[in-house]
């Protein structure tokens, strides 16, 4: 088991699940929604193919040494899928409210972490399916993996007279066995962790010594990638305690086209700027709204792939994360949108930092010790807490997905979401999917803090369409021929501007 999927396991308790759970809208038929079975003959028969469909928990002995991945012979389909029909009136705000109840609790660790629910009875005729798969077992490229093994390019008929596909399990080893060569081996791996937290903090002193930045070590100075605590971002309402974990949530399509056409008002500007710039947009306008927008930028977390070229299929958790100042303080869509794309470059220049700060995190929870580690989660949901600096305000995780539309048995999958994790003192979550022609946008938060999040899915459109107006004039500028009719003059500068793009 990798450090960080050991992390996602300590994180997780009762209200706060550690999963991502996707959506998948799929649209209407003349003979109504596809019949559970021919969903779970689809499951049974292509699920054998991924490796997390029986992968479980093999703790510890006496809980000292490492968890472990292992493999169950055979799984059994009646104890993971579910069917359940959305209540009356049957709309979007029912169909999410169904999602939020059947994702509202952790998964059960003693079974494979996946699970899926097939929701019938929309008003429009549609269904929806959806698949909970906890992060320790897989990250947003895994998911995308496994998108291809369950779904198709083109309709394809379900056949429920072949068997379900066999699995190959793994012997667990015995208690006795383990302990005998884990306890010492826990021994030596504590030695080595604490050999590594040593040589990265002298790094980072001799690092922060030989730059003699005075004062804090602010964002952009830090030699590593992480946000300093003497730089907090400003507490806003999403920061603050809750006692109750019940979740809200909402969802919005935006299009594609639009999306990639806002990239022309910077060169170097990717999708991904883009849709931080939108959520700097409607947080501004949202916090505005609620008297709480601060005068200074929010920050997010945005987690990054790690994993190599060619290996978008790996399984388990390959991945780091970068923080991005979100400028909500700037009235101007366009000043917001550069903000966010030098902030989102500096991040990214850190990135190679951020593996090793991600191996000392971990290194650090394996010296403490699970129970301990999972005390810390704990205290992260008090209002103890509430008086420590902010590392962040909120998470944003961007994914790209197909480019074309995909099929579940004969049914076109319409759109692709996602329910993200909430976990305190982080209490929103964005997760925008670019998929076939549009870009599918969830914001996952608690009730007690924001009942009705629509008005923040509502905002996304409107600092679309604000950066939108912005590119028109640009680009009849832009097109406009000079004097000597040679075309459109480039500014001498933008050579130097030039930057990597999606």
């Not at 403490?368 to 005390?375: E, I, R």
């Amino acid at each position: 088991m990798r450090s960080t999927e050991s992390i996602f396991l300590r994180l997780e308790r009762s209200g706060y699940p550690m999963d991502v759970a996707g959506i998948y809208v799929l649209d209407a038929a003349p003979e109504g929604p596809l019949p559970f079975d021919d969903i779970r003959a689809v499951f049974g028969q292509r699920l054998s193919g991924s490796p997390i469909a029986n992968r479980v928990i093999a703790h510890a002995p006496l809980r000292i040494g490492e968890d472990r991945w292992a493999q169950v012979d055979s799984v059994d389909l009646d104890a993971h899928m579910h069917h359940r029909v959305v209540p009356s009136p049957g709309d979007l705000p029912a169909l999410m409210e169904t999602v939020l109840e059947v994702s509202a609790e952790p998964l059960d660790r003693t079974q494979p972490l996946w699970e899926a629910w097939y929701l019938t009875g929309l008003a429009d005729g549609r269904a929806a399916l959806v698949l909970r798969l906890h992060h320790a077992v897989i990250d947003g490229m895994g998911m995308v993996a496994l998108q291809q093994l369950l779904f198709d390019l083109e309709p394809t008929p379900v056949s429920r007279e072949r068997d379900p596909a066999p699995m190959s399990g793994r012997a667990h080893p015995s208690l006795a066995r383990r302990a005998l060569v884990e306890i010492p081996s826990r021994v030596v791996a504590n030695t080595v962790a604490t050999k590594r937290l040593v040589v990265s903090a002298t790094d980072l002193v001799g690092a922060m010594v030989r730059t003699a930045v005075p004062g804090p070590i602010r964002w952009g100075e830090r030699p590593g990638f992480m946000p300093s605590r003497s730089d907090a971002p400003p507490v806003t309402l999403f920061n603050r305690h809750v006692s109750d974990p019940r979740k809200s949530m909402a969802l919005v399509s935006l299009p594609f086209g639009q999306v990639q056409a806002a990239r022309a008002l910077f060169p170097g500007v990717t999708i991904n700027d883009v849709l931080l710039a939108l959520v700097t947009g409607t947080m501004r306008d949202y916090l505005a709204a609620n008297g709480d927008l601060p005068d200074r930028p929010i920050r997010t977390s945005c987690p990054v792939n790690v994993r190599a070229a060619g290996d978008d299929g790996k399984t388990g958790n390959h991945l780091t994360t970068m923080w991005v100042d979100l400028p909500v303080h700037l009235t101007d869509p366009v000043e917001r949108l550069a903000a966010v794309h030098a902030s989102s470059t500096a991040a990214k220049a850190a990135l190679p930092q951020s593996k090793s700060d991600w191996d000392s995190l971990a290194d650090v929870g394996d010296l403490l010790m699970p129970g301990v580690v999972s005390a810390a989660m704990a205290l992260a949901g008090t209002k103890a807490f509430g008086f420590l600096p902010l590392a962040q305000n909120l998470t944003v995780s961007t994914l790209a997905g197909p480019r074309q539309p995909l099929y579940l048995a004969t049914r076109q999958i319409v759109n692709v979401f996602l329910r993200g994790i909430v976990c305190p003192p982080l209490h929103l979550f964005f997760a925008a999917i670019t998929y076939d022609q549009h870009v599918d946008v969830s914001v996952t938060t608690v009730r007690q803090l924001c009942p009705d999040p629509q008005a923040l899915v509502d905002g996304l459109q409107t600092e679309l369409d604000r950066l939108s107006a912005a590119v028109k004039p640009k680009r009849r500028s832009q097109g406009r021929r000079s004097p000597s009719g040679q075309g459109p003059r480039r500014p001498a500068s933008a050579k130097n501007r030039q930057g990597g793009g999606e």
